[in-house]
Each structure stands twice: as structure tokens, then as C-alpha cells.
């Protein structure tokens, strides 16, 4: 069974930092891209970013591009999201998510298939 | 960005009806849409991908159908556990965008 688990939520003031981490079981992890989405009472559902498994495709919205870092361990099953220069309207529930297919698919954007539970971001001082 | 409209924003039903949800893409997508469903609390979960295929588990009162910039999500005899908001999200390029939610209601 797919397994997606988010942590590292939580309260910080403006223009601070925080690190996301998604921990991820059920399927062979250095083979899928992996995401994130955020969802604000705001925005909705946004795209924050996504990368490969061999972590040489990356990309951002806009909104968090030169703020936020998305990155894997594939030795440990895991996804990370590092947020810095944190603004309020960078408050939203953070979700992870993997893609339906393999890197190896020859599928330039496949859809999602699974989410995590979400974190929780909260901004404000 | 591709921009994705849904409507109608809220929908009341009742147990038994059929109901259709329209997405619109504001440029053609092919088939690269999907369905997801959140219940009050929840995360999200994939209804549909590739705009009409069903995701393994889901009921098959459940069916979307379209291509190009017009899709639809249609739920047959709808039951109690459908009541929830439903957004469509397309996939055509690597900046996935989302609807902005139809909530269905008693």
C-alpha cells in the first residue's frame, strides 16, 4: 500500500524558515517524481513543485520560485521542502504527492495518483 | 497558466440523484485531466485521470468524460458518502493548476 507522510509543520513568524519532510512507502520511490501542493482557504489548490527521481527536473510556481527548495533522499524514501523568506500567504495545509507513472514511462507530466495527509504551515507573527 | 473553471461552485442534491460537474480549460489539454474528491478534514483523493478513467477502488457510478478544453465529472445515483467537494486539475503541463472546487451538498 502507497504511503505518503508529511511532518515538519507548524507555526513561524514571517521571513523565517521551515522544512517539510514526506516519508514515503508502497513503491519503488527513486523511480517517481514527487510533488507539492498547497491548499489555502485563499488559493485553493496550488502546485508548489516537483522533482524527478534522478532530481535533474525541477520545478516551482512562480510564487515560490528563489524561496523554496524541494529535494529527495532517495536512500531514505524521503521528499523535503525548504521554505524560507516565509510570507503569510505562504499559510496552507502542504501536501505530498507522488506521480501515477515511472520517470522510465516516457511520460512528460503524468498525473498524480496518491496524496499524503497534508502539514499544516502557519505564518504569522 | 492554464486556467481551469468549474461550475457550478455549489451543488444540492439528494441521495438518488444523478448530478454533472463541468470543467472548462482556458486552453486545450487533450485528455490530461483529472478528478479529485475531499471530504470535510480530508486530503484529496484521485477520482479520475486521462479524463475518464476510473482510479482502482472508485465506484462506477462515478464517469468523466472530454477532451480539449471541456470535461465532465458525472455521478449516478448519488449516495450518501458522495456529498463532498470535487476539483478538476489538468496535467498538460509541468505547472499542474486545479479547479476551484464544486461542493456537492444535501
Known amino acids: 500500500e502507497v504511503q505518503l507522510v508529511e511532518s515538519g509543520g507548524g507555526l513561524v513568524q514571517p521571513g523565517g524558515s521551515l522544512r517539510l519532510s514526506c516519508s514515503a512507502s508502497g513503491f519503488t520511490f527513486r523511480s517517481h517524481s514527487v510533488y507539492w501542493v498547497r491548499q489555502s482557504p485563499g488559493k485553493g489548490l496550488e502546485y508548489v513543485s516537483g522533482?524527478?527521481?534522478?532530481?535533474?527536473?525541477?520545478n516551482y510556481a512562480d510564487s515560490v520560485k528563489g524561496r523554496f527548495t524541494i529535494s529527495r533522499d532517495n536512500s531514505k524514501n524521503t521528499l523535503f521542502l525548504q521554505m524560507s523568506s516565509l510570507r503569510a500567504e505562504d499559510t496552507a495545509i502542504y501536501y505530498c504527492?507522488?506521480?501515477?507513472?515511472?520517470?522510465?514511462?516516457?511520460?512528460?507530466?503524468?498525473?498524480?495518483?496518491?496524496w499524503g495527509q497534508g502539514a499544516l504551515v502557519t505564518v504569522s507573527s | 497558466d492554464i486556467q481551469m473553471t468549474q461550475s457550478p461552485s455549489t451543488l444540492s442534491a439528494s441521495v438518488g440523484d444523478t448530478i454533472t460537474i463541468t470543467c472548462r480549460a482556458s486552453q486545450s489539454i487533450s485528455n490530461c485531466l483529472a478528478w479529485h474528491q475531499q471530504k470535510p478534514g480530508e486530503a484529496p483523493k484521485v477520482l479520475i485521470f486521462?479524463?475518464?478513467n476510473l482510479e482502482s477502488g472508485v465506484p462506477s457510478r462515478f464517469s468523466g468524460s472530454g477532451y480539449g478544453t471541456e470535461f465532465t465529472l458525472t455521478i449516478s445515483s448519488l449516495q450518501p458518502d458522495d456529498f463532498a467537494t470535487y476539483y478538476c486539475?489538468?496535467?498538460?503541463?509541468?505547472?499542474?493548476?486545479f479547479g476551484q472546487g464544486t461542493k456537492v451538498e444535501i
Open positions: 486521462q479524463a475518464s
Open positions: 504527492l507522488k506521480a501515477r507513472y515511472t520517470d522510465y514511462e516516457s511520460v512528460d507530466y503524468p498525473p498524480f495518483d496518491h
Open positions: 486539475q489538468q496535467y498538460s503541463s509541468y505547472l499542474r493548476t
Open positions: 522533482i524527478n527521481g534522478r532530481q535533474n527536473v525541477i
